[in-house]
């Protein structure tokens, strides 16, 4: 019924004129009569529990203080049955491509100084174990957060004599997924008490709040106002980023958190800042932060 | 694309008359035939269009697979065992390769 009357008085808008204003104000209209729809369909997440090959994974954990629900919730527990059972299963998670691609890369020497992750790293299942938990992390040098891409961007660079990857090459995604591969199931955490991080966590959370683009839609109209409720046919959950680099059915591939984000901000039509801009750092800085206490499930299976 | 890298799970042991479950899967693009590049041409269709498992020269399990195959294709079934062998996998893409993978069971 919402729907009903919330189209019926954006026709009326359109039939005065064909002014921008009004165009814009329809669209508007639709946006928030998907939003109101969506209100009446109530969905729950699931009460299944998530284990890993024998690792029991932390899905529902205790929110930090000051976060908006009482408890973070895995994107896990919106997805259908199916794509549950993918992730549970790290035979049929296709994800576990990427982590033996990304091994073969820490093996192979690149760039001028002859090395490769493991010349200095060794046993990435040792000295890599629960790193990924961690990102994003102060960067004293660059006085700025960085993520898991660019400090293997920094290690290549200058530990290594080889170049950046370019954003989202195969490679990056692989190389940071079986990286955090490595800290399955440890609980994030990260550390905003080093370097200026507070501040950008501050940043990040005028970001989530703000309303952007043309549907003038904020990070939390979706993934806090609207939280376990269906848009069209998707189950919108808390929008967190234990899982990323994530393997999503959409594309077939491996998806990493900007290239995400950058999705999200794109459906809102807005302009999209670039990967591993300030404000894409700030962003990941408090969006990893509300999911403090899940599991890394990297690489975690979504639709 | 990195070269289709097969992979096959199945028990080690089994005792005899045992149903088994197996799971395969391939990293393969699957490449649909119906997409276009940046300049409007047809990207070629290039999928794995079979796959067949065997075991002691037995067929067990066979299909064709057609465009709107996702990538990565994953099969799960099951098989009865009565003595100890070799399963062998294939899998036939359109470019004329052949990609296979074997598994011994041993049977009690």
Redo the contacts between chains.
Sequence with gaps: MGRRRFFASGADASSGGTNVNKKLLLLAAAAVSTIGLARLVQAEPTTDTLEIDGKQMITRAPAPEGYPFKEVLSGWLFREAETRATEA?S??N?GM?AV??GEEIWNTVEGTMGKSCASCHNDASETMKDVGAHYPKWDADAKRPINVELQIDKCRTENMGAEAYKFDS?DQKALTTYIKYQSLGTPVKIDLSQGDMQSWWDKGKTEYYTRTGQLNLSCASCHEVNMDKMIRADHLSQGQVNGFPTYR?NT??MVSLHNRIRGCIRDTRAEMPKAFSDELMALEVYVTWRGTGLSVETPSVRQ | MATPKPRVKLPKKAKAGETIVIKTLISHEMESGQRKDKEGKVIPREIINKFTCEFNGKPVFACDMEPAISANPYFEFNAKVSESGKFKFTWVDDNGSVYTDEAAIEVS
């Design positions: 299963d035979f049929s296709p491509l033996e691609r195969d059915f077939g591939g």
